[in-house]
Every structure is written in structure tokens, then in C-alpha cells.
Nanobody
Framework: EVQLQASGGGLVQAGGSLRLSCAAS????????IGWFRQAPGKEREGVSC????????YYADSVRGRFTISSHNAKNTVYLQMNSLKPEDTAVYYC???????????????????WGNGTLVTVSS
């Protein structure tokens, strides 16, 4: 059974940084993708970033490209989301999710997440 555990959220001032972690377990192959999503109060869930565990390719939403960096430490089965230059509009509950549907690119993978972890709250004050 695939399990995902997100951590690292907190309160930060605008312009600051946070690093989120997603600890994954239970995968039966090395070919999967892990993505980060967020949901702000009253808004729909938004895909933020994704990484292919096999080849390391990455995907970013336009709203975070250039500020957020996703990376993986495969030996630790952990994916990180380094968030820099945070803005108040980045405030949300952040979730990590995973899928083994990686054959059609990461944008498609973001739409087909099969497993979801808990959320971690990120609050950016102005």
C-alpha cells in the first residue's frame, strides 16, 4: 500500500522560504511521479509541481515557476518542494500525491494521481 506523509508547513513572512517534504513508501516499481497540490480557502485545488522519480523530469505551474523547486532523494523515498520568494497568495494547505501513470508526461500525471497524503498548512503573512 502506497503511503505519503507531507510535512514542513508553517508561518512565514512574504519573501521568505519554506521546504516541504513528502515521505513516500509502498511503491512496487521505480517508475512513478509525485506531485504537490495546494488548496486555499474557498478555492479549487491547484496543481503546483511534479517530478518523475525515474528520469527526474519536472513540471511547474506558471504561478510558481522560478520560485519553487521540486527535487527527490530516491534513497530516502522523499520528495521536497523548496519554496522561495513566498507570497501571501501561496497560502494554502499543501498536499503531496503520487501516480504510476507516467507514460504521457507530467502534465497528464498531475491529472491522474492515485494516492494522496495528508496536508500541511503554509501561511504567508504580508
Amino acid at each position: 500500500e502506497v503511503q505519503l506523509q507531507a510535512s514542513g508547513g508553517g508561518l512565514v513572512q512574504a519573501g521568505g522560504s519554506l521546504r516541504l517534504s513528502c515521505a513516500a513508501s509502498g511503491f512496487t516499481s521505480d517508475d512513478y511521479a509525485i506531485g504537490w497540490f495546494r488548496q486555499a480557502p474557498g478555492k479549487e485545488r491547484e496543481g503546483v509541481s511534479c517530478i518523475n522519480s525515474g528520469d527526474g523530469t519536472t513540471y511547474y505551474a506558471d504561478s510558481v515557476r522560478g520560485r519553487f523547486t521540486i527535487s527527490s532523494h530516491n534513497a530516502k523515498n522523499t520528495v521536497y518542494l523548496q519554496m522561495n520568494s513566498l507570497k501571501p497568495e501561496d497560502t494554502a494547505v499543501y498536499y503531496c500525491a503520487a501516480t504510476d501513470s507516467v507514460d504521457y508526461g507530467l502534465a497528464f500525471a498531475m491529472l491522474t494521481m492515485q494516492y494522496w497524503g495528508n496536508g500541511t498548512l503554509v501561511t504567508v503573512s504580508s
